[in-house]
């Protein structure tokens, strides 16, 4: 059976993402990063709740903390406020190249253990805006992936979601019957979501048009 | 005046690259990573003792202890012994895609610290064969950095060594006056350079060949 490493935050993407890869008989790796943003121990959680539920065995939390050092994001640096409003660029949770280290961690990843493809939950529309949740650089770090590893290793980048509406991703959630409640969204809390930070803002419009409810439980619920 | 983020192993091709920018007329941001290599300890140690001698402040220390988790290389795997002799193909020392994290990491940092330079010592000939250390790779990893990292974020990636020979390294080493007694290459110990891993042999081939004493101290010496 083929090996997927699937990059599983615990949100609501990447697990709509890692669900279509089981859909299609793949053998999951799940791999989770701890970047010491906000709401690391939700994360987390979610992830292994996620992982358990579909029996997945094999999972990597790969300690990154050092992005605390880095900062320059309100998700890493306590100092600076989530935003309850979009900004219009890119916005302040912007943690500098994340998805690039990411990928380059879940291709290490995929060479040693022989997977043929990693799945990520990007989303390039309907999205924060985010550089590094682009197609283009999705493509581009593909190629970089395939020149800097063996040549008999060939590893695919799949992100099924990139083109997706928020709404889109709740409806195709609700197909895989994915358990939307073990999901964590917000930037902000980890008890109960705040519903007012960008994620958890995208989050509801997409369960708002997609005619779905939410199952956790809000602030302001 | 302009910043540049140089990955500083501790070894001499490193060394060598970095004070070639230092030439430039850069300010320099040191980047080191510990990533459970076998003489980590004693490369972090040549790290700073470069980053001392040329009076450079601004530093990262960054941990990967993870790469003990992932394994598959002679130099993160302690099961593994390093071999002490050429194997042909990709070596058993190789660390699945470590170059590409390490260069994601520096990407994030200078995108942070609003560098226009990231600087690696990569060798492309006369070198291990590692996979990511070819042209190739690097400039379609540079590629990817700009797809996915902020529209106004412009870093190029630097690697001056990357056609030299080891005896060209040690030239320019000399040249530069890079203090080569304060570097490491070996990959098996930490106190006497063993002499006989695949990483002492190509540092005493370009010394030899380029007719200069090492000044560090060997195990058979």
């Known amino acids: 059976m083929a090996k997927s490493v699937c990059i599983v935050s615990g949100g609501m993407d990447s697990a709509t993402a890692m669900a279509a890869r089981i859909g299609a008989g793949k053998e999951i790796i799940g791999v989770h990063f701890d970047?010491?943003?906000?709401?690391?121990?939700?994360?987390?959680?979610?992830f292994n709740a996620l992982m358990d539920f579909y029996k997945i065995d094999r999972r990597f939390t790969i300690d990154l903390s050092f992005f605390g050092t880095i900062g320059a994001s309100a998700l890493t640096d306590r100092s600076i406020a989530v935003p309850h409003e979009f900004s219009g660029g890119v916005p302040i949770t912007y943690v500098?190249?994340?998805?690039?280290?990411?990928?380059?961690?879940?291709?290490?990843?995929?060479?040693?253990?022989?997977?043929?493809?990693?799945?990520?939950?990007a989303v390039e529309e309907d999205s924060s805006g985010y550089p590094d949740c682009r197609e283009d650089f999705l493509r581009s770090i593909e190629g970089a992936?395939?020149?800097?590893?063996?040549?008999?290793?060939?590893?695919?980048?799949?992100a099924p979601l990139v083109h997706l509406s928020k709404m889109q991703i709740v409806s195709e959630a609700v197909k895989l019957k994915v358990p939307l409640n073990l999901t964590w969204s917000c930037y902000e809390n980890d008890d109960l979501a705040c519903g007012i930070c960008e994620s958890c803002q995208l989050r509801l419009k997409g369960f708002a048009?997609?005619?779905?409810?939410?199952?956790?439980?809000?602030?302001?619920?």
Request: no cysteine.
């Open 35 to 46: 970047y010491n943003q906000r709401t690391m121990i939700k994360e987390r959680k979610s």
């Open 96 to 121: 500098p190249f994340r998805n690039g280290i990411f990928l380059s961690i879940a291709a290490a990843i995929a060479e040693k253990e022989g997977a043929d493809e990693i799945v990520i939950g």
């Open 145 to 158: 992936i395939a020149l800097g590893t063996r040549d008999e290793t060939n590893i695919a980048l799949k």
């Open 209 to 221: 048009l997609a005619g779905v409810a939410d199952p956790i439980d809000y602030v302001d619920k």
